[in-house]
């Protein structure tokens, strides 16, 4: 298996680590399930795009959560009661039931969702409260106490 270096990401995502982490993390197939499979783009500056290939499933088999900067997303595919059981000479597609976490950085909210074509596009976007936002502080040359 190749194994990619993340490194350089961490000097692009200074105040995101967590999210250069999560890309790292996300090639270790350690313990984690490969299914399905899923790219992580960068659209803008603070904007980023989940896509998964979600084949077979609906928008009323798939859920979307975010909970304390853990976006979780399940598939679940209801079991068939008609009795039919499809014969298949060859099975590729997997239409098996899954479930997905990917681990948010500070201040990424989802913006929306979209299924078409198969695929599950996520949005995100990184938004600072205007709080912590940088600032410029102006420097002036009057700060000497009085003698």
Excluded: C
């Excluded at 853990?70 to 595919?77: A, I, R, S």
């Excluded at 912590?132 to 002036?140: D, G, L, M, N, Y």
């Amino acid at each position: 298996m190749r194994t990619i270096d993340f490194s350089p990401l961490y000097r692009s995502f200074i105040g995101s680590d967590r999210l250069a982490s999560l890309a790292d993390a996300a090639t270790r197939a350690d313990n984690s399930s490969s299914y399905p499979p899923y790219n992580i783009e960068l659209l803008g500056e603070d904007k980023y795009r989940v896509s998964m290939a979600v084949a077979g499933f609906s928008k009323d088999d798939i859920s979307i959560e975010t909970r304390e900067n853990t976006l979780t997303v399940e598939g679940n595919k209801p079991q068939s009661d008609t009795g039919d059981e499809r014969k298949f000479l060859h099975k590729g597609i997997s239409e098996r039931n899954f479930e997905r976490k990917f681990q948010l950085g500070d201040h990424v909210k989802v913006t929306g969702a979209d299924l078409a074509d198969g695929l599950l596009h996520i949005d995100l976007e990184r938004v600072v409260p205007e709080a912590e936002k940088p600032r410029q502080i102006e420097i002036s040359g009057n700060l000497l106490p009085d003698k």
